[in-house]
Each structure stands twice: as C-alpha cells, then as structure tokens.
C-alpha cells in the first residue's frame, strides 16, 4: 500500500503498568505521568549505537496507514546491522511480500508470516538491549480448507556483507534448533 512512513517510535505502556490500556504511546507521555519504561527498549538504547531499529514486522508488508504505524514500536524492532537491514534482508522482505502476493493471496490462499531474532552475546554500548546474532522470517500459505500448500523462511546473520539463506520450513526449523539449542516448531509443523 502506499503508506506514508513516520519513522515516529513508540512504546507500549501497558508492559510497563497493564492499568495503562492497550495503545502505544510515547516515551515523554510515560514520562508525564511519572510512569518509568524498564520493560522493553527505549529509544535512548539506539543513541550513539552503530544499529538501526530493525522491523520484525516490516513496515513494508502493511496494508493500511493504521498497520504501518503500528509497526513503530520499539517492542517490534530489534538492533540490526545498517547494511544488512538496508541491503540484502530489506530485498528479503520486499521480495517475500511479492512472492506471498503473486502465490499466495492473489490465487485464493492465506498468508501467515512469523518472524524472530536469534539472540547474541553482546548488548548495544551503555544500553541493555541484546543484539541479534541472525533474523529469520518464515511463511505459510493455507487454502480455505486451512490446508497447507506453500511454505518456506530465511535466515541471515545479523553482520555487513552477508547473505539470507532461502530454505523450507523445515530446515529453518533444524537451523533454529541448533541456533536456540532447543526444538523449534514453526506454524505447528502443519505447513
């Protein structure tokens, strides 16, 4: 869709006070009302750091104004390397919406995506948040019998210069497994 960035970052209160309701708000807001955020990343993490505020949800995937702006919360971004957010995992994105349009959606299917971060062992300088060591996205498409018939996921680590593997659900699956030291298990197994 064509819809406007705000590149405008917001957070969650209710993760820091569940009275506070569900709508994002702005830090100063919190601040305001003498609220303090110690439950999820702060803008202040990603001043000075070498990392942008890399989308889990892509901000290109949204549909409407509404979900575009909803995906400018700090609890939907992780740190990404500048040239891997910008480079090959932005063509990632973009060129997983289209194939998810033309083979999924466009001839009668349901997509669902999910998406995660691989933590690492390092934090961004004078802050608390962890920084990735890989980002990955799968994707699953269903008939309207809820029938799998298309599915698949990348994986890239979080660093310059690299590349995302393009792999079936299954071996992001067992490539997760090794990352995580523990099973995991993508849509059920059922895609």
Request: contains cysteine; aromatic residues 8%.
């Amino acid at each position: 869709m064509n819809c406007n960035r705000t590149d405008k970052w917001l957070i969650e209160p209710q993760l820091e006070n569940g009275t506070l309701g569900p709508n994002m708000d702005t830090e100063s807001a919190l601040r305001k009302r003498r609220v303090p955020v110690v439950n999820q990343a702060r803008k202040v993490d990603y001043y000075n750091s070498s990392f942008h505020k890399g989308h889990l949800t892509p901000v290109s995937h949204a549909h409407s104004q509404s979900c575009s702006d909803a995906t400018f919360t700090l609890t939907n971004a992780a740190p990404q390397n500048p040239s891997f957010n910008s480079g090959i995992w932005r063509v990632t994105e973009s060129d997983m919406a289209d194939s998810l349009k033309k083979n999924c959606i466009n001839v009668g299917l349901r997509a669902f995506v999910v998406t995660g971060v691989v933590p690492g062992n390092n934090t961004m300088k004078n802050s608390r948040v962890q920084i990735p060591s890989h980002f990955w996205t799968a994707f699953c498409c269903l008939d309207q019998n809820d029938k799998p018939k298309l599915s698949g996921g990348y994986i890239g680590k979080n660093v310059n210069n690299t590349n995302v593997d393009n792999l079936t659900r299954q071996n992001l699956e067992n490539k997760l497994k090794t990352l995580y030291n523990t099973t995991v298990t993508l849509f059920g197994s059922g895609c």
